[in-house]
Antibody, heavy 113, light 110 residues
């Protein structure tokens, strides 16, 4: 069974760094891209970017280029989304999704002073 | 960046048929945009119904189908059920596999 399991909810202060994860299982991790999606409170889905875990080729949406970093460690079948300096406007649920449409359960990130 | 457009809201009667569409500001939607359709209910993660225009997952109810229609991607629901009331999003991929979501369609079954 294909599964994407994301790391737990985070509460951070503005300016702090954060790295959340998405672990794939039940399939060959390097054969499918992993994408990240943001959903701000009460809003729609926003595509942030994706990574091909096999070679770490990464494609960012222009809106998120330079704002976040997407990476992957194929040795442990895990993709990551990270921020170097969080802002209150980063408060959202972040989902990972695999090519073909399997989704993680989401990670709630709350940024508040 | 391209803009992907969906109907903001639609209403369908129980047992009825409705088609949701997904258009692109760059022109006609083709299979090369690898259209995806997702269903999201309040408080839940999105669930993929359709990928690559018309492919279904094992969990996709048979009453949902995907196609290209009039230059847009389309999601057709035939025989609507009360549990189909949800928000529906499409996703298109552009050059360099850069994805763009539509704004979502709130489907009411009434």
């Amino acid at each position: 069974e294909v599964q994407l399991v994301q790391s737990g909810a985070e509460v951070k202060k503005p300016g702090e760094s954060l790295k959340i994860s998405c672990k794939g299982s039940g399939y060959s991790f390097t054969n499918y891209w992993i994408g990240w999606v943001r959903q701000m409170p009460g809003k729609g889905l926003e595509w942030m970017g994706l990574i091909y875990p096999g070679d770490s080729d990464t494609r960012y949406s222009p809106s998120f280029q330079g704002q976040v970093t997407i990476s992957a460690d194929k040795s442990i079948s895990t993709a990551y989304l990270q921020w170097s300096s969080l802002r209150a406007s980063d408060t959202a649920i972040y989902y990972c999704a695999r090519g073909g449409g399997h989704w993680g359960q989401g990670t709630l990130v709350t940024v508040s002073s | 960046q391209a803009v992907v457009t969906q109907e903001p809201s639609l209403t369908v009667s129980p047992g009825g048929t409705v088609t949701l569409t997904c258009g692109s500001s760059t022109g006609a939607v083709t299979s090369g945009h690898y259209p995806y359709w997702f269903q999201q209910k309040p408080g839940q993660a999105p669930r993929t119904l359709i990928y690559d225009t018309s492919d279904k997952h094992s969990w996709t109810p048979a009453r949902f189908s995907g196609s290209l229609l009039g230059g847009k991607a389309a999601l057709t629901l035939s025989g609507a059920q009360p549990e189909d009331e949800a928000e529906y999003y499409c996703l298109l991929f552009y050059s360099g596999l850069r994805g763009v979501f539509g704004g979502g369609t709130k489907l009411t079954v009434l």
